[in-house]
């Protein structure tokens, strides 16, 4: 069963003469495990596409189920708990809250989510089973709301796996745009999210540090998350599996991307924004630091 699968998509923006089809009859299937890229030039319909299999927004027209569920079917609640516990968004102007440390801008999500899948690791650490050891994506499930030392015991643990372990205590300013996007990453992470939904989240970043964004949704993909990214980048797009194009509210192209290793010779830019990530890792070790 296909994690997404839409049938027809059809979104219509504006009345009478205003009317614009943003999509126009958009028939898309990601598998669970999936790492695609969303290109097309601007206008044509990526982000109204992001917001419908976010379920951020419903279609004029034509089908979309979301891990099976027919999401036109459900309550506004169970639209909400469904976004909540299976999708996390990251989007191109981080989002963060400013004068919020990383911990508790990730641990935000949490406030709100009535099923938390509370981590073996992140509670009581006397609980010393043999399963506590291994690696469990899905976490025993709580039919209650975290403790606050939950939620940041939590937090800090997404913000551990995103390499920012050391900078749990700044805020967004305090933190390069790389940084802030890791951090938002995190978030996006919180809730245990089936689908990682990136619109354009390289769209502020330099180079280098869209490389190492890139380079963490890539690591995320290969522990097992579906990621979808939008970009208007082919160099971004590049990290994909499988690049679908948009044009006009519709798919134009839907391709198989070579794998990473096999361009990179012939690629150069490729090559080059790989060895770019580990330097950016090291340089981020000094500037940031002073407000530890
Ligand atoms: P992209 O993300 O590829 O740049 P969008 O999905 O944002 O494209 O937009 C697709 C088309 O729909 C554009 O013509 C845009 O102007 C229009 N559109 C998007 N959102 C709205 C809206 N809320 N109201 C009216 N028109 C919209
Ligand atoms: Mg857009």
Known sequence: MALIDTRELI??????????????????SIDDGEFVAIVGASGSGKSTFMNMIGCLDLPTSGTYHLAGENVAELTADEL???????????????????????????????????????????QASAQTTTQASTQTKRLK???????KDERLAHAKMRLEQVGLGERLYNTPAQLSGGQQQRVAIARA???????????????????????????????????????IVVTHE???????????????GQVISDQINPPMNSRSAKEPIHSGAQSEVKSEVKSEAQPGAQHD
């Not at 989002?95 to 992140?122: F, G, I, Q």
């Not at 502020?204 to 290969?222: F, G, I, P, Q, R």
């Open 11 to 28: 979104k219509t923006y504006g009345v009478g003469e205003q009317v614009v089809n943003a999509l126009n009859g958009v028939s898309i």
């Open 80 to 122: 909400a708990d469904l976004r909540n516990r299976r999708i996390g968004f990251v989007f191109q102007q981080f989002n963060l809250l400013a004068r919020t440390s990383a911990l508790e801008n990730v641990a935000m999500p949490l406030l709100y989510t009535r099923e938390l899948e509370v981590s073996k690791d992140t």
């Open 141 to 147: 499930t709580k039919k209650r709301y975290a403790t």
């Open 189 to 227: 992470l919180v809730n245990d999210p089936d689908l990682i939904l990136a619109d354009e989240p390289t769209g502020a970043l330099d180079s280098k540090t869209s490389a190492e964004v890139m380079a963490l949704l890539t690591e995320l993909n290969h522990q097992g998350m579906t990621v």
């Open 234 to 248: 082919a160099d971004v797009a590049a990290y994909a599996r499988r690049t679908i194009t948009f044009k006009d």
